[in-house]
């Protein structure tokens, strides 16, 4: 079998966020499995210059991006025993950022456009495209519509999987004869139209042979109005091909025993390292180096969805406490200077990074002692729990799959959950996990280990993507 997995970020080339990490571990799980799978991805100038280095031209040809002819070369690097092919073109892809750009619809046209026309250029032949997120969420419609002549094309099923159903592509009703140079019959007749204008994710739904998310719980949630981003009746509609599989974490980039990027590893059977780890974060970033106190890390893209506004109304109150807090990423402005104060007022219990690190994300895994993740939403769980670190998450989503809450009878669990999404109910929960931290350690070294005991590994889940991409070719 044959497989190409489509994606608009991958680790280590580059990445935003969770479809990142999916793209860099569930292919090279697959191609354990067996399976012949190579991945496609823009060419991100951006991308290290490790990597670039080892890339090889291997076609050229040109795209029609509407009446444009766009110029397209793939690179291909191989890594690990998986081809991973690039289409480049500087004037798509040579930018500071991923995504958020007024051009996004055109540039992800002219992607999803040249995947297409690069398998006429190279010699590899999938069964399956797999495409994730609205970036490729047209190849499906595409496939079916646009090139149902091409006889080598016919027999290629689709899958695609929804990381977050909240980023939907949703664009210009004119797009189908602007961008991808067809007529507007798709559009009239309500196959690509959402609202009043093209929308790339709910295409690629219609289109995909299977769509799936990345959980269980995440697939139940999205057919409803609340979780749904108005996406919920058409997938009711298309339930029969809907299904959660739960996302894995990339346990050779994820280990606590052989991570590079910590001071010091550690194990289920030796924990010491932690609190080293912990010491060590502390000191790069100024604060108090003292074991006793609960330190919580965040790392994570500052959004509404991601809940960080519940945070800052509570944070004035949660300072007051002998805590610290430890905080990495990047999102909305306002949430961004919002923090900022709050370093500046309390130097030596909270430090604001607004900034990508990579290094300092796995230093804060391995060395926090809680992890907040207050989402909203949320399709999927965490790496931090690979490192024994304790989530206080809203029990939605993949955290809901993966995250059993501290139960103060059984002492059991491996977190701290809230149901209301409300500041109150986050911050009793994170009360009630300093609590512990400080007046029973026996039982909080034991909740780590439970933690850690886990499987969190894509052995599972790779093998259920496996049945389903069978499945597809043998109803084909």
Known sequence: MKVLFASAECAPFFKNGGLGDVAGALPKELAKKGINIAVVLPYFTKMPDIYKVQCEEVATFSVEVGWCHQ??????????GIS??????????DREQLYGYEDDAERFAFFS????????????????????????????????????????????????????????????????????????????????????????????????DRVNTVSPTYAEEIKTAEFGFGLDGILRLEQGK???????????????????????????????????????????LNLPVRTEVPLIGIVSRLTFQKGF????????????????????????????HSFRPFGERYPDKITVNRKFDVSLAQLIYAG????????????????????????IVHEVGGVKDTVPPYDLTTKTGTGFGFSEFSSNSLM?????????????????????????????SWEKSSQVYLDLYKEIIQVG
């Open 113 to 208: 456009l040249a995947i297409i026309k690069m398998l006429e250029n190279i010699e590899f032949r999938p069964d399956v495209i797999h495409v994730n997120d609205f970036h490729t969420a047209m190849v499906p419609f595409l496939l079916k519509e646009k090139y149902q002549a091409v006889e080598n094309f016919r027999a290629i099923k689709t899958v695609l999987t929804i990381h977050n159903i909240e980023f939907q592509g949703a664009y210009s009703k004119d797009l189908l004869p602007d961008l991808f140079g067809m007529g507007s019959e798709r559009f009239n007749d309500g196959a690509t139209r959402f609202l009043d204008g093209v929308n790339y994710l709910k295409a690629g739904i219609l289109y995909a």
């Open 368 to 391: 926090a002692d809680l992890f907040w993740m207050p989402s909203e939403t949320e399709p999927c769980g965490m790496i931090a729990m690979r490192y024994g670190t304790l989530p």
């Open 428 to 456: 009793y929960s994170t009360l009630t996990a300093i609590d512990l931290y400080r007046m029973d350690q026996q039982t909080w070294q034991q909740l780590i280990k439970n933690e850690m005991k886990k499987d969190f």
């Open 309 to 336: 506004h519940l945070v800052l109304d509570e944070l004035t109150n949660f300072l007051e406490q002998d805590v610290q807090l430890v905080l990495l990423g990047t999102g909305d402005p306002g949430i961004e």
């Open 84 to 93: 991973y092919y690039f289409i480049d073109n500087l004037y798509y892809f």
């Open 242 to 284: 809907l299904s959660g599989i739960l996302n894995g974490i990339d346990y050779e980039m994820n280990d606590p025993e052989t991570d590079q990027l910590i001071l010091e590893n550690f194990s289920l059977n030796d924990l010491s390292g932690k609190q080293k780890n912990k010491q060590a974060l502390q000191k790069k």
């Open 71 to 80: 110029y397209c070369g793939v690179k291909q690097l191989i890594l690990k």
